[in-house]
């Protein structure tokens, strides 16, 4: 004859929890049918080595996925409430069976049943919050890490031209200032493409800068290596590809390694002062060199008619280059007015909060 085990019981708003003492249950059968649950094994209660069984109909319908996990020492079941609420009862009896007692260790009041819910909500919004940290810390880490190796790639690159000219010209003289481009073109060139990515940074939001300087120098400078100096063989030769050189690369060996500190928040005095200083001789003499190169290659586009803009037949002719560059010259000035304004704006807002932290 079957016997009936000791059986605990809890809820939640939208869960029933039973705990079935038998040791060692064997061949368990739990079956629910919509408010029945059904429960049979084997092992050892409180009769000793026996087959259980009981049968609960409950308050109030419950899902038929039923759960159970057998232990050395009960069977753990868990059942789905069909309507989230807080049930008066267990059994649909005012009088509950006398093997059915409450499982003090899971048992709560509805109060704290609510409390257990918002905690858990609390959790929950507290790992996601914790989700977005750590995948805003890990971007974070990604876009300073990038950003430190492109200013070391940069820094390298213009450092290795500083250096290298400075070593020619005492080593070589006057000849080295002739044989420039050929010595220093292709490291320039990679440079100079490679500082397109600035200008996406301030696009992006990646670094606290205007577009409209950043596209300027970076278009401008490229006008000067790739058109004027890169396509007419004529002015590689020329001086001028000597200074306009050295100037960029004086201004980018002191840029760059500030923006390196800037990545991990740290700051060299000596090299804030001259990033934000030197180039109050040198960019406005760089603009010059430059626009020395462009008055230089003027007659060289007129003779050559490279690049010279086809008119229609009618017409008969064509337009010559050397226009397109006037007008390049016009806006040189234009952009080294907006340019300096800038930096200027940069230089004084950088000191200006240092002496009000001092203070």
Not at 80 to 85: A, I, M, S
Not at 232 to 243: D, G, R, S, W
Request: glycine letters at 4%.
């Amino acid at each position: 004859m079957a016997l009936t085990p000791l059986v605990y019981w809890a809820q939640r708003h939208e869960d029933i929890y039973l705990r079935v003492e038998l040791t060692d249950a064997q061949n368990i059968e739990v079956r629910v049918h919509e408010r029945v649950l059904q429960f049979k094994a084997q092992g050892r209660g409180a009769k000793g080595q026996n087959e259980y069984e009981f049968s609960l109909e409950f308050l109030l319908p419950v899902k038929s996925e039923v759960s159970h996990r057998s232990t050395q020492r009960q069977v753990n079941i868990t059942l789905r409430k069909e309507q989230r609420g807080w049930w008066e009862r267990l059994t649909l009896q005012d009088r509950k069976p006398l093997f059915v007692v409450p499982d003090f260790d899971r048992w709560l009041d509805e109060s704290d049943a609510e409390m257990e819910i918002r905690e858990k909500q609390v959790v929950i919004v507290c790992r996601q919050c914790s989700m977005f940290l750590l995948t805003v810390s890990g971007f974070i880490s990604l876009k300073r890490g990038l950003l430190f190796a492109y200013n070391l790639v940069q820094f390298l690159g213009f450092s290795w031209i500083f250096v290298n000219m400075t070593v020619r010209l005492f080593i070589f003289g006057r000849d080295s200032v002739s044989d420039t481009f050929h010595t220093i073109s292709d490291v320039m060139f990679f440079c100079q493409i490679l500082a397109a990515v600035e200008v996406l940074n301030a696009a992006f939001g990646f670094v606290r800068t205007g577009v409209t300087p950043t596209l300027i120098q970076v278009v401008g400078r490229n006008f000067i290596l790739f058109i004027i100096f890169g396509a007419v063989e004529e002015m590689q030769h020329q001086p001028v590809v000597f200074f306009v050189f050295y100037l960029w690369s004086a201004i980018e060996i002191f840029r760059y390694p500030f923006y390196m500190l800037g990545c991990f928040n740290t700051e060299w005095k000596t090299l804030t002062w001259l990033r934000y200083t030197i180039w109050i001789p040198l960019y406005p003499l760089g603009v010059l060199a430059e626009a020395v190169a462009v008055i230089q290659s003027i007659p060289i586009f007129d003779k050559t008619k490279l690049f010279s803009i086809p008119l229609p037949k009618a017409v008969g002719t064509s337009v010559s280059f050397s226009c397109v560059l006037y007008v390049y010259l016009g806006l040189m000035f234009l952009g080294l007015f907006i340019n300096f304004r800038h930096l200027y704006k940069q230089r004084t807002k950088r000191f200006r909060t240092k002496k009000r932290k001092a203070n």
